[in-house]
Structures are given as C-alpha cells and as structure tokens.
C-alpha cells in the first residue's frame, strides 16, 4: 500500500501471477525433468569378466530402457536381456542418473541359473540423445560346469529408439549371449 502512494502497483492481488503456497496449474504439473534421460536406447559395448584375476573383454550389444519409478527423481533402469530386472536408480542432474544394487535371477538355458547382483554404476544422455551407461556387478551360477562367480563390468553407449522395432543389425552379442558364451569356455 505504501508504495502504491508512490506511484508502484500493488501487484500482490495480481490473478495471473501464482502464489508460492499454492498449486501449479496443469501444464505446469506435466513437466517431468526425468523425461532427458527416460527412453529406450539400442546399445553397444563392452563386457569385462574378471574371474581367478585374469580379465576378459568382449564386445556386446542390448536395448537399455530407462524409466520413471514413483515420484522425481526416481527412476528404473532394465536391460533386455535381464528381462523383468528394473534396477532402481535416481536422477542427479537432468542428464545424468546414479544406478542402485539389485539382484536379478536368470535361466537362459534348462539347467542354468544365473544371478546377476548389480552392485551400482551411473548413466548419463547427452545433448545429442545417446545414453552411456557403466555397471558393474557379480555374476554367479551353474550352467553345467560348475558353480561360478565372476565380476562384470558392462559398459554401453547408443541413441534413443525412435520406434519400438530396433533398426540396424549388430555384429555383437546381447548381454546374456556373452554370459553364456563366457560360461560355455569354463567347460572346456
């Protein structure tokens, strides 16, 4: 009121401007900051197994989907082939996410088993739509050569899926066709 006698509007009873105290209206309220990072992405890159201190790398590929879990800054990473397995995750800037430990169990084949604890591992997109992402976790199991327990550490990098049909071909293997091909050298 003072400064209206000055000559100042009094914009306090303003009705366009919202009120810190009160909502937002719904425009506003469908803005999500997770929406940067969250898609599908078709991947490629390398796996390392180190098992006994001898590492051995090999090249792979697989479909990366990230997506929203409850409310921001939640989030749910899950890896094609670990089908079912949405590793829980947070959103720390708009482009970048700190993944979670969560174990995951897997039966690639009749008589095998593999769990796969994730241990945790980061992701970042960058401006330009491509996903990078590094994991690292243990793999344990028994595919018939006995029970095993490797440490992996997958590192995966592609753009946003446009489609739901993956384009291209990939000269890798998925992630779980690199686990079993690693096992399947155990028994040699």
């Not at 690639?108 to 591992?121: D, E, I, R, S, Y």
């Not at 095993?148 to 890798?172: C, K, M, N, Y």
């Amino acid at each position: 009121m003072l400064l209206g006698a000055c000559g100042a509007e009094d914009v306090t009873a303003s009705p366009e401007a919202p009120r810190p105290d009160e909502p937002l209206g719904q425009e506003a309220q469908s803005l999500d900051i997770r929406d940067t990072v969250t898609g599908s992405y078709d991947t490629t890159g390398v796996m390392y197994f180190t098992e006994d201190g001898v590492t051995e790398e090999m090249e792979t590929f697989d479909v990366v989907t990230v997506a929203p879990r409850g409310a921001a800054p939640g989030l749910n990473v899950s890896i094609l082939s670990f089908e079912g397995c949405e590793i829980p995750s947070l959103l720390t800037s708009p482009r970048s996410f700190l993944v979670f430990p969560k174990t995951c169990t897997a039966s690639p084949a009749p008589g095998c088993t593999l769990v796969m604890a994730f241990n945790g591992g980061w992701g970042y997109v960058n401006r330009d739509e491509v996903l990078s992402v590094s994991l690292h976790s243990v793999l344990t199991g028994d595919c018939g050569a006995g029970p095993v327990e490797i440490d992996v550490v997958t590192q995966l990098s592609g753009p946003r899926i446009s489609s739901p049909a993956l384009t291209g071909t990939h000269t890798g293997e998925t992630g779980m066709s690199a686990l079993l091909r690693h096992l399947s050298r155990k028994t040699r």
